[in-house]
């Protein structure tokens, strides 16, 4: 298991109540990123417009405090930590 990154900032999973591979994203991070989960919100993409119009049809979606797109359809811990270590989520 990698270290655990000093930065705090939120990460957000925009699911679908109902979506099966949204379960399965996050089941797929909480088994391979426990570390991480603190952090983790999930959210109803159809619950703001620009999420709707911009994720809507991609989702599952996981993305940092600024929008910053982290992994889509599927989990990939390997691009998540490289994100979070090249700045993202900070």
């Not at 797929?28 to 809507?56: E, I, M, N, Y």
Request: net charge negative.
């Amino acid at each position: 298991m990698a270290a655990p990154m000093a930065d705090t900032s939120a990460l957000t999973l925009l699911s679908r109540e109902g979506c099966g591979l949204c379960e399965e994203f996050h089941e797929a991070f909480a088994a391979a990123c426990p570390d991480l989960l603190p952090r983790l919100t999930v959210a109803d993409v159809d619950s703001r417009a620009g999420w709707a119009g911009r994720w809507g049809k991609v989702i599952p979606v996981l993305i940092d405090d600024h929008g910053t797109l982290l992994c889509e359809t599927f989990f990939d811990e390997h691009r998540l930590r490289a994100a979070l270590a090249d700045g993202a989520g900070r």
